[in-house]
T-cell receptor, first 110, second 113 residues
Framework: DAKTTQPTSMDCAEGRAANLPCNHSTISGNEYVYWYRQIHSQGPQYIIHGLKNNETNEMASLIITEDRKSSTLILPHATLRDTAVYYCIVSLSNDYKLSFGAGTTVTVRA | DARVTQTPRDKVTEMGQEVTMRCQPILGHNTVFWYRQTMMQGLELLAYFRNRAPLDDSGMPKDRFSAEMPDATLATLKIQPSEPRDSAVYFC???????????FGEGSRLTVL
C-alpha cells in the first residue's frame, strides 16, 4: 500500500472550515484514498473515500488532485466535537486492509 | 443503529493468564478485522477474515495470539499466555468490501500486570 504524509497537528477555529492535507505521491491507479478519524477513547470512524473524483457527504468533502498525488479533507464548519486524530489512508477497495499512520491531531478551538 | 460489539470493554489480568476478547460484527458484513492500538505503535492490523476464513494474520505474534471466527456472528482473539507488552486497546472492525466503510467497535482495553 502507498504511504501517506500528514501534518502532525493543526488547530482550527470553531465554525470555520478545516482543510486537512495529505500527500500520497506513490499511490497506484487502483488505490483509493480513505479518511477516518478517531475521537479520544473511541474506535476509528469512517469519514469519506474516493478514487479520482472529488467526493462530498454529510460529514466532509474530499478533494483529490488531478495527478492523485495529494488530497485535502475539508470539514466545512468545524465544531468542538470534530476534535480528533484524522487518518489519511490509501488502499485497494477490494482489499480493505487499512494501514493507519500517525494521522493529524486536529484541535478545534472555540 | 447497527454496531460492532466488543467484550470485555476493560480487562485487567496478570502475566501468564489467558485472555479472550470477543467481537460481534454487524450482521451481513463478511470481513472482520482485529487491530491493536498502543501509544508507541499506533493502530496495528493483527488479522482479518473474509467469509470467516483467515486472510492475513501476519501482524499477529503467532506463538501466543490466535484469532478465529467460530460463526458469522462471533470473532475471537485469544492471548495465551499474556504478557505486559500485550497491554493495549484491541479494536474489532467489520465491513463489506466495495462499500468503502469499516465500522469499528469501541475497543477492549487490556492491561496485563
Amino acid at each position: 500500500d502507498a504511504k501517506t504524509t500528514q501534518p502532525t497537528s493543526m488547530d482550527c477555529a470553531e465554525g470555520r472550515a478545516a482543510n486537512l492535507p495529505c500527500n500520497h505521491s506513490t499511490i497506484s491507479g487502483n488505490e483509493y484514498v480513505y479518511w477516518y478519524r478517531q475521537i479520544h477513547s473511541q474506535g476509528p470512524q469512517y469519514i469519506i473515500h474516493g478514487l479520482k473524483n472529488n467526493e462530498t457527504n454529510e460529514m466532509a468533502s474530499l478533494i483529490i488532485t488531478e495527478d492523485r498525488k495529494s488530497s485535502t479533507l475539508i470539514l466545512p464548519h468545524a465544531t468542538l466535537r470534530d476534535t480528533a486524530v484524522y487518518y489519511c489512508i490509501v488502499s485497494l477497495s477490494n482489499d480493505y486492509k487499512l494501514s493507519f499512520g500517525a494521522g493529524t491531531t486536529v484541535t478545534v478551538r472555540a | 443503529d447497527a454496531r460492532v460489539t466488543q467484550t470485555p470493554r476493560d480487562k485487567v489480568t496478570e502475566m501468564g493468564q489467558e485472555v479472550t476478547m470477543r467481537c460481534q460484527p454487524i450482521l451481513g458484513h463478511n470481513t472482520v478485522f482485529w487491530y491493536r492500538q498502543t501509544m508507541m505503535q499506533g493502530l496495528e492490523l493483527l488479522a482479518y477474515f473474509r467469509n470467516r476464513a483467515p486472510l492475513d494474520d501476519s501482524g499477529m505474534p503467532k506463538d501466543r495470539f490466535s484469532a478465529e471466527m467460530p460463526d458469522a456472528t462471533l470473532a475471537t482473539l485469544k492471548i495465551q499466555p499474556s504478557e505486559p507488552r500485550d497491554s493495549a486497546v484491541y479494536f474489532c472492525a467489520s465491513g463489506d468490501p466495495g462499500r468503502g466503510e469499516l465500522f469499528f467497535g469501541e475497543g477492549s482495553r487490556l492491561t496485563v500486570l
